[in-house]
C-alpha cells in the first residue's frame, strides 16, 4: 500500500463508483489499495505532462528519467539553461524542447505564477494554462487530476483512456468503435463516463492502471 497520503475524496469516490458501475467495480478491485498520489510542485506536473503529450506512458517515464538524469536537478532555473541538443539527447522532439524550454523561463522569470489556480474553478484554469505555449486542454487537465487533485475531469482525448474504456467496456461499445478513433469515439466514451461523475479523475486513473500497473504519474 502507498504511504503517500491520497486525495480526501478517494474512498468516497472508491465506494460511489464501485457501487454504481459494475465494470468499475472489477477495476477497482483489481488495483487494491493503490491510489492517485498528489504532485506538489506545478512546474514538474506541467513539464512531465509536456514529456507525455501524444506517447504511451511506458516511454514518458523513460525520457523523463533520461531529462532528470542529465538535468540532476529539475527546476525552472536548471531547465531553462540546458541546450536544446542535450534536452533532445533525452528523447524530446524538437517541438517539445521548445515547449518545455519557454515553460522552465516562464517560471523561473516569474511569468508564470501558479499561486492563484487553486481558487479558480475547472474550466478558468485550463484557459489560464491554454495560454502558455504548448499547453493544450489535455496537458491542463493533466494539470487538475495531479497537481489541483480536482475530483472530476475526464480528458477524453487521452489515448490511454479511451484503449481501457474500449478493453472493459466492449460489451457497451459497438464494434466498429473499439479502435477508438474520431469524433463518434470520443462521444461514446464520455457518454459513458456521465455515469462516474462528480468522480471522473478517479475513474480515470482507475482505466489507466486496468493497462499499467504502474501508476500514472505528472
Not at 465494470?23 to 478491485?29: G, H, L, T, W, Y
Not at 488495483?31 to 516511454?59: N, Y
Amino acid at each position: 500500500m502507498s504511504l503517500a497520503v491520497k486525495p480526501h475524496y478517494w474512498e468516497q469516490a472508491r465506494r460511489a463508483l464501485a457501487r454504481r458501475d459494475p465494470v468499475m467495480r472489477a477495476v477497482i478491485r483489481r488495483c487494491g489499495d493503490a491510489h492517485l498520489e498528489p504532485r506538489g510542485d506545478a512546474f514538474l506536473t506541467l513539464a512531465r505532462a509536456i514529456v507525455g503529450q501524444q506517447i504511451s506512458v511506458k516511454a514518458a517515464q523513460s525520457i523523463w528519467n533520461r531529462l532528470a538524469a542529465s538535468a540532476r536537478e529539475m527546476t525552472p532555473q536548471r531547465v531553462s539553461r540546458m541546450r536544446p541538443a542535450t534536452l533532445q539527447s533525452c528523447g524530446l522532439s524538437g517541438r517539445k524542447v521548445d515547449y518545455l524550454r519557454e515553460l522552465a523561463k516562464g517560471f523561473r522569470d516569474g511569468e508564470v505564477d501558479p499561486s492563484g489556480w487553486s481558487d479558480l474553478d475547472d474550466d478558468l484554469v485550463i484557459a489560464e494554462l491554454v495560454r502558455l505555449r504548448g499547453i493544450g486542454r489535455w496537458t491542463a487537465e493533466m494539470f487538475l487530476i495531479f497537481n489541483l487533485m480536482r475530483p472530476d475531469v475526464f480528458p477524453v482525448d487521452d489515448i490511454g483512456v479511451l484503449r481501457a474504456i474500449a478493453l472493459n467496456y466492449a460489451d457497451e461499445i459497438d464494434g466498429q468503435e473499439l479502435q477508438f478513433a474520431g469524433r463518434q469515439s470520443r462521444q461514446a466514451a464520455a457518454q459513458i463516463a456521465e455515469r462516474w461523475r462528480p468522480w471522473r479523475s478517479v475513474a480515470t486513473w482507475y482505466l489507466w492502471r486496468s493497462l499499467d500497473p504502474v501508476p500514472v504519474e505528472y
